[in-house]
Structures are given as structure tokens and as C-alpha cells.
């Protein structure tokens, strides 16, 4: 459990468990942030997402509407964007120490927190597979048995609606302890669906159709636009949280926990950033003639580029198969987990984490903005049940020089995606339904020896055993095109593939205490990324398989405590070494020819630094700040060079180049904010005015690093106002966000050979006010 303490003048000390054992964040040797409930609820942060702002080199990012209810994340420029369960992610998320296994799901709700972990660099020995970027731990509030409880109401922009509460009895008291929380969020969407025929009557067409969407059909218009026929980017979402503690003795501790979230939102805001014009270019005008456009007379062009950020002609329609999807992006998300803390011995203790988690959801994409379907539609429903165990055995031998960690992890998961797939270029649909099972088995030693007052020496070793299975059902074939065929060239509905492999990962480091307020560490460290599927084969022989990733990062760093804890500066440099990177390149598929697939091509060398500083120089004022740095440079591309991939018949304009950096992954982060609190007297309580900016510099997010799929340097400016009664038992805020209204995408695509590029617009302004009563 975190404490923390902040007496009048210094900053407040905070214990973690990144290395599962409570310690001072000052004297964990690693790179981690650490978000206490205060600091979220200071920046007005109800999910997962918002955090990266305020941590360097981390990049948290909503999924695009193709890959519904997913976190695109990044650390020190590793990470995953694609929800495709043939693929894993590289970051880590894990909820009370419950490891969560796919990328869709991840959009997790701040609700009732403790704290929030963030571990940069590879944590391969203690939290095992696909943490080679970092982890995110989530630790949710234990029951006190106290009977308090606390309950908060917002009301803001877009009819924004949030309420939430949390409950803490004891039901016997000392003995059995009980907290129940809840939190709703609504608010409509910051997007506008627009009839494209309503706003444009002379463009749209030759009379012999509209080119009228299936949103007007169901809604018609509103009294404030006639030609808006729906939304996108709203909110629906409510959580509920059950904790049980049981203490059994002095030594025994039981907690068991419920969950469950059901999120009925519509798909993310989509907004077409630019299209070639066919009429001067003869790949798009190819285009349009391939897939029978132009559609009533109506070419794709720039005439759907909309006026504004936040307007769509999107429909989720295409009008010559009569296909319609829905407007959605939904996820229903529960688990159950106890875990068991037995205090065997003072120098002996025995934790049991035992959990089950499932989740359901479906979205929908429709990325062309019009309604003329000039791109793939997609529709996939995914389904995911896990069972995890996991045993530590810790203790301290040699006169509690030697603190050490044993345990055996186990992992048995299911998954299914399932829907349809609108392929436009070649005028065909098919269905999916591809099931896959993974089983993890690990075990791992950790250990922290202190050869001195001063000096402690660390050493880990992981080993981990993974087998997956996945099966490629395509249903519901095109006829007359050639499509999944067998060697021999009939057709075939299902192809399964497996993989497995075996890890082995460690980590030596040392760390120097100098004074009792400075400390700096060194340290090697692994962490993998486990092998999968290349996704989307649209033909047999390239249903291959690809193997983990893997990264040796090396890294210095520094923590310190100033002037009476006044000040806080942490840092840390670092080295990686990434190799097997999985990219799409020129691999051997089936029958031996070479052919564009997802599979183990590229080596990268990784390197950076990250700076944390806190400062509160007078009582009442505080000051935060960070940056982070990340060079990424390939080595050599292997199978993924342009001409690799141009000799397997691939398109050479889609590879990467050797300056390329990575998808979604800033050279630069920053943050920097500041509050201060105003004694306003005894009766009248407090007030605190807070400021934060969040700054990112030129994001690609094509592996190809092509120009118009890239967000230019942005930065966000948020403000806060917060009333404190005196006893905190009231407390009321006013929250305005983006306060300069800056526009920006928090993600691109590139679509049509490069020729139209879509992204999903950032939030414009925004504001809210809140009250909270705690009791």
C-alpha cells in the first residue's frame, strides 16, 4: 500500500512496490513515476490515457475506431498499436498486480485508486513477457474498515456527466473489512456526423442517388444543424469495484475483489486530414476507376474534406454492397481475483495472486469520411477470458543483508475476433472468426544484497515458457476471386498455426547511496516481446508465424532529495539494444517465394534520458516538471528494406528507412506545472490554483515516417481552480482543459497508397466543475 506523508515545508514521501517489496520511490534504483490519488484528482484524470502527459518518454494514446477500446502504448519508444490478437503488446498493464494481455481492453478507468506505477525501460525478471518497454500498474485502494466514504459529481462541456463514490465499512470489526466504489462517466460526442448531400447539394452527384447516410435515415437532423446526423468521440461508461479484507490474524491477509465495467460508447472521432485529387493523380484516379468510382457521378476527392477539426461525412456505410455498420465502440470488462499475504516468519512471507478476467466488445471503421466507401470497412467483435496464478516466496537471509524473491507464474488465455472485412479495391466482403489460446509458465529469482550501508548489488533471472495457437477462419468467401488457397489451388476456410518458444531473462545493477538524500544505481536489464501471427493473410501461404523481440537496456540514474526534501530531481540515461524487431517485410511464406508478412526483420539501438523535478520553496506553492529524450536508430532493416520488400512483391514506398523512427513516438516530451494554495481562514478553508502544459514534439505514425501521416509539435495548456472547506469535508473545482484550444490529432493514417490521410482530432477546450463531499 502507498504511504504517503507531507509535512508543512517538504514534499511528501511516497512508498511503492514496483519490486515487490514496499520501498521509498527515493530509494527504488529505477526510472519509475509514481501518481498518488491526489496528483490525478489535482489534474482532473479519469483514465489511464491522461497520464503520459505528465510522465517522459511515455506515449498513452486511444485507439483509432478500427481498433476500438485499445491503449496505443509506448515507452522509450517501444510499444504496440495494432488490437489484432495474432499480435501482443510491449508495455505491460497490470490492475493489483493482475496482468492484462491484450491491447484492446486497455482503456482502464482511474476508479478508486491508490496510485498509479509507470516503470520505464524493460522489466522482463519481475513482470515477465511484453514488458520490454515498461510496466503500468495500476494498485487500487484496500479497505481501512474506517466507515468513511466519499462521493463526487461533474457536470461540464458536451453535457459532460460524471458521478462517483466510494463506501468503506468495516464488517467485523478488525477482522473483516468491506469498500465498495462505483463511477459513471457520460458526455455526447465532440465530432459531428454531417449528411454529406444536406451540406453539399451541388456536389453530390448526377440525381440518380443521394449520397444521403444511413445516420440521416435513422435521426434525421437537429434543430441546431438540419445536416447533422450523429456523433462521434462520446462517452458511456460505468464501473463498479467490490473489495473484501479479511484479516485472518496477525500474520494471514486475505483480500478478494469483484470488478466490472461496461463502456457503450460510439467509435472515436474521425476526421480525413487530406485527399489527393484524382484529376492530377493517376494512382488515385486508378483507384477510383478499380473500385467504381466515380459512385453516381461523384469522384473521391477533396470535395469530403469537411470544414472543420470535428465534423465527418462518415456513414459506416457502402452503397454497392448494401453493407451498413454500426456506429459503436463497446467493451464489457469484469474479473475477479484474491490474493493471499502470509507473514510466515519476520524474515519469511508468502503472497498468492490467483485471478480470472473477461471481456467482450465490438467497433466498427469507417476512415474514408464519406459515403461513398473509398476504403476497407471493418466490424470485429472480440472475446477474452484469462486465468492467472501467481506465487512469491520472499525473505531476508545473511542478517538482512540479502533480501530475496522466488516465484512461478502461470498464464491460460483465450481469445476470438470475429466480424467482417470490406475489401473496396477488389469490391468483396468476407467474415472472421479466429480463435487463439496462449499458456505462459515462468519462474523467476530476484535478489538485493546490501554489501554495505551504502552499496547494494542486484541480481534476476526469469525463464519463461510460451505456446500459442491461432486458427484463420475466413467464412463467407468472395467467388470468382482468388482467395485463401490451398497449394493445390482449391479453397479452404480454416488454416491454424502455432508457436513456441522459450525465454531467459535477467538483470544485474548496483546503486550507491553517497548521502542519505542522494543515491545513484547502474544496471543492465532484458525483456521480450512474445512471437505471434502475421495478421490478416488474405491468402494461405502467408499464414507464417514470427518470435519474440528482444531489448538489453543499459542504464544510469540518479535520485535526490534536497534543502530538508524541498526539492526533488531524478534522472536517468539509457542505452537499449532492440533486435528481431517485428515489422511487415520480405519473409519466406509457405511455399518457400518471398512475400511481404509480419516477421522478424530489423535491429535498433535506442537512446535517451529522462529528467523529474519537484520543487515547493515556500509553503503553499509547488512545482513539477519533467522532460524526456528518445534517439532511435535502425542498425540494419534486413527483410524490411525497400528493396527487400519491393524483390517479395510488396510495395517499397511502405518500408522504413534506416532515420526512421518509430510509430507514435515523440523525440521529445515535456511537462511542467505548478499549483499554489491560499489559506482563505479558519471558516472560509482553502484555494488552490493549479497549471499544467504538456508538450510533444513531431510524431510519425507510419513506419515509413511519410510527412502527411505526421503530427506536427503541440503543446496543451490545462488549468484547475479548487475551493477546500475547512475540515475537507466539502471541496468544489472548476477544470478547463486544452484552455488555448489547440488543434491536433493524437493519431494518423495513411490510407490509398498514401494518398488520403485521416486522424482522430485531440479535444478541443473544454471545461467542468465538480463537487466532492467525503464523510
Request: aromatic share 12%; charged share 20%; glycine share 8%.
Amino acid at each position: 500500500m502507498l504511504q504517503a506523508a507531507e509535512d508543512d515545508a517538504g514534499l511528501e514521501e511516497i512508498i511503492v512496490t514496483a519490486q515487490f517489496r514496499e520501498a521509498k520511490l527515493q530509494e527504488t534504483p529505477i526510472a519509475i513515476t509514481a501518481m498518488t490519488e491526489e496528483a490525478m484528482a489535482s489534474r482532473g484524470l479519469t483514465d489511464i490515457v491522461g497520464i503520459s502527459s505528465y510522465v517522459p518518454n511515455v506515449n498513452l494514446a486511444v485507439g483509432a475506431s478500427g481498433n476500438g477500446k485499445s491503449t496505443e502504448a509506448r515507452i522509450r519508444g517501444i510499444g504496440e498499436w495494432d488490437f489484432n490478437l495474432a499480435i501482443e503488446p510491449a508495455v505491460g498493464f497490470y490492475v493489483d498486480d493482475v496482468y492484462h494481455a491484450t491491447v484492446f481492453g486497455s482503456v482502464f478507468d482511474l476508479l478508486d485508486l491508490d496510485r498509479v506505477e509507470v516503470l520505464r525501460g524493460p522489466q522482463g525478471t519481475l513482470f515477465g513477457k511484453n514488458s520490454a518497454g515498461g510496466a503500468v500498474r495500476l494498485i487500487s485502494k484496500k479497505p481501512a474498515g474506517d466507515n468513511s466514504g466519499v462521493i463526487e459529481g461533474t457536470y461540464g462541456s458536451f453535457h459532460r456527466l460524471d458521478v462517483r463514490g466510494a463506501m468503506d465499512v468495516s464488517v467485523v470489526p478488525e477482522k473483516l473489512l468491506l469498500r465498495v466504489s462505483f463511477g459513471t462517466k457520460s458526455r455526447e460526442g465532440y465530432v459531428d456526423v454531417l449528411d454529406f448531400a444536406c451540406v453539399n447539394p451541388t456536389l453530390a452527384g448526377d440525381g440518380t442517388a443521394p449520397l444521403s447516410s444511413t445516420f440521416r435515415r435513422q435521426f434525421g437532423g437537429t434543430n441546431k444543424n438540419p445536416c447533422k446526423v450523429g456523433e462521434m468521440g462520446n462517452e458511456n461508461v460505468q464501473a463498479g469495484r467490490l473489495a473484501l479484507r479479511y484479516l485472518a490474524s496477525q500474520s494471514i491477509e486475505v483480500n478478494v475483489t469483484a470488478d466490472y465495467l461496461n463502456d457503450d460508447s460510439q467509435a472515436p472521432g474521425t476526421d480525413v486530414i487530406s485527399i489527393a485529387n484524382p484529376a492530377t493523380n493517376s494512382t488515385l484516379n486508378t483507384f477510383n476507376n478499380n473500385v467504381a468510382i466515380p459512385l453516381y457521378g461523384v469522384p473521391y476527392d477533396s470535395r469530403f474534406l469537411t470544414a472543420s477539426h470535428y465534423e465527418t461525412y462518415s456513414t459506416f456505410d457502402n452503397p454497392r454492397t448494401g453493407k451498413s455498420y454500426p456506429n459503436i465502440s463497446e467493451v464489457e470488462h469484469w474479473g475477479v481475483s484474491g490474493v493471499l499475504d502470509w507473514t510466515v516468519s519476520p524474515a519469511l512471507q508468502l503472497k498468492s495472486i490467483t485471478a480470472y478476467r473477461s471481456l467482450n466488445g465490438r467497433f466498427a471503421k469507417d476512415p474514408d469520411g464519406s459515403p461513398i466507401a473509398a476504403d476497407n470497412n471493418t466490424y470485429d467483435e472480440i472475446y477474452h477470458h484469462q486465468f492467472s496464478q501467481e506465487l512469491r516466496l520472499s525473505g531476508q537471509v545473511l542478517r538482512d543483508r540479502l533480501d530475496w524473491t522466488v516465484g512461478a507464474f502461470y498464464f491460460d488465455g483465450y481469445s476470438r475476433d470475429q466480424g467482417n472485412v470490406d475489401i473496396v479495391a477488389g469490391n468483396f466482403q468476407f467474415d472472421i472468426k479466429d480463435p487463439a489460446t496462449v499458456t505462459n509458465a515462468s519462474a523467476f529469482v530476484h535478489g538485493v544484497y546490501r554489501a554495505s550501508d551504502k552499496m547494494s548489488l542486484t541480481a534476476a533471472v526469469r525463464y519463461t515458457d510460451e505456446k500459442k495457437d491461432y486458427t484463420f477462419y475466413r467464412l463467407r468467401q468472395p467467388a470468382g476471386v482468388p482467395f485463401f488457397l490451398l497449394p493445390d489451388g482449391t479453397r479452404t476456410t480454416t488454416v491454424p498455426r502455432d508457436v513456441a518458444y522459450d525465454k531467459f531473462d535477467w538483470k544485474i545493477g548496483a546503486d550507491y547511496r553517497w548521502t542519505s538524500d542522494i543515491m545513484t544505481y547502474v544496471q543492465v536489464a532484458t525483456g521480450f516481446r512474445s512471437g505471434g501471427f502475421n495478421p490478416r493473410p488474405l491468402d494461405v501461404a502467408t499464414v507464417t508465424v514470427f518470435y519474440p523481440e528482444n531489448l538489453v537496456s543499459y542504464e544510469i540514474g540518479a535520485k535526490t532529495e534536497l534543502f530538508d526534501r524541498r526539492l526533488r530531481f531524478n534522472a536517468a540515461a539509457f542505452y537499449s539494444d532492440y533486435s528481431d524487431i517485428q515489422l511487415s517485410a520480405s519473409g519466406a511464406d509457405l511455399n518457400g517465394n518471398p512475400r511481404p508478412i509480419r516477421t522478424n526483420a530489423a535491429t535498433a539501438e535506442l537512446t535517451g534520458f529522462e529528467v523529474e523535478a519537484q520543487f515547493r520553496p515556500v509553503e503553499g506553492l509547488l512545482l513539477e516538471g519533467s522532460i524526456g529524450h528518445v534517439d532511435f536508430r535502425y542498425r540494419d532493416l534486413g527483410n524490411a528494406s525497400a528493396a527487400a520488400i519491393a524483390a517479395a512483391g510488396g510495395n517499397p514506398a511502405s518500408a522504413p528507412c534506416l532515420d526512421c523512427v518509430p510509430v507514435s513516438t515523440p523525440s521529445w516530451t515535456a511537462s511542467a506545472g505548478g499549483q499554489y494554495t491560499f489559506a482563505l481562514g479558519e471558516r472560509a478553508g482553502g484555494l488552490t490554483v493549479r497549471g499544467d502544459y504538456m508538450y510533444r514534439s513531431r510524431v510519425f505514425y507510419t513506419v515509413n515516417n511519410i510527412p502527411e501521416a505526421s503530427e506536427p509539435a503541440f503543446g496543451v495548456i490545462n488549468g484547475r481552480i479548487t475551493w477546500d472547506a475547512p475540515g475537507d469535508e466539502w471541496s468544489a473545482a472548476l477544470l478547463v482543459t486544452n484552455i488555448a484550444d489547440e488543434r491536433y490529432y493524437y493519431n494518423r493514417f495513411s490510407s490509398l497508397s498514401n494518398l488520403m490521410v485521416y486522424g482522430t482530432p485531440g479535444r478541443p477546450r473544454e471545461w467542468a466543475v465538480s463537487v466532492k463531499r467525503r464523510f
